[in-house]
């Protein structure tokens, strides 16, 4: 069975820095794909950025990028020049590429406050 | 914009009460999902729906049941509510995995209160 491991519940980074978030998995699959969640006090749960396994080059997306170590099953997430308005709960999710299901398992999470 | 809409924002229902969350998708997406989030456990499957009239079991179906009994609409009944299933309820719907866009689109959640 698969996990996702996001051990540091709570983070706090100043406006403009740069913070980076954890998350290990473990699985025995081949091709799969991750993603990291964004979900803001009070509002709803959004895709922030995806990977594909099978893709070497790390994706990005504006001021969020991650690293992904398919050999170590880490993930982590990168957000620079960090704003107010990334203060969130932030989770990690993985997904088999098999079957038609796309279920996902998630991490505890992480919240994360940008403070002024 | 994909739109996922949930029933209610917040409820509180009394122990043994029956108990509908509704969840409703406009993307003509063929997966639907039912989760409970709770704090220090992420977000965890309840159940899933990859057709009409087709489900199947999540990681903690216990005490609850699930109705698909069209494409847009996946209902989560709680059949005799309890204080253990006092959470955050989250509906997410999505297309299948390998057709170019495996996102799962998130409801705005659903905040159960049982006494």
């Known amino acids: 069975a698969q996990t996702v491991t996001q051990s540091q519940p709570e983070m706090s980074v100043q406006e403009a820095e740069t913070v980076t978030l954890s998350c290990t998995y473990d699985?025995?699959?081949?091709?799969?794909?991750l993603f990291w969640y964004k979900q803001p006090p009070s509002r709803q749960m959004i895709l922030v950025i995806r990977?594909?396994?099978?893709?070497?080059q790390n994706a990005t997306e504006n001021r969020f990028s991650v690293n992904f170590q398919k050999a170590a099953k880490s993930f982590s997430l990168k957000i620079s020049d960090s704003q107010l308005g990334d203060t969130a709960m932030y989770f990690c999710?993985?997904?088999?590429?098999?079957?038609?299901?796309?279920?996902?398992?998630f991490g505890q999470g992480t919240t994360l406050q940008v403070k002024p | 914009d994909v739109k996922v809409t949930q029933s209610s924002r917040y409820l509180v229902k009394r122990t043994g009460e029956k108990v509908f969350l509704e969840c409703v998708q406009d993307?003509?997406?063929?997966?639907m999902f039912w989760y409970r989030q709770d704090p220090g456990l992420g977000l965890r499957l309840i159940y899933f729906?990859?057709?009409?009239?087709?489900?199947e079991k999540g990681d903690i179906p216990e005490g609850y049941s699930v109705s698909r009994e069209k494409k847009e609409r996946f209902s989560l009944i709680l059949e005799s509510a309890s204080t253990n299933q006092t959470s955050m309820y989250l509906c997410?719907?999505?297309?299948?995995?390998?057709?170019?866009?495996?996102?799962?689109?998130f409801g705005p959640g659903t905040r159960l209160l049982v006494l």
């Open positions: 699985t025995s699959e081949n091709n799969y794909y």
């Open positions: 999710a993985f997904m088999k590429h098999a079957g038609n299901t796309g279920k996902l398992i």
């Open positions: 997410a719907s999505s297309s299948p995995p390998g057709l170019g866009d495996e996102t799962q689109y």
């Open positions: 990977q594909e396994a099978y893709k070497q």
């Open positions: 993307m003509d997406h063929e997966n």
């Open positions: 729906s990859y057709d009409v009239k087709m489900k």
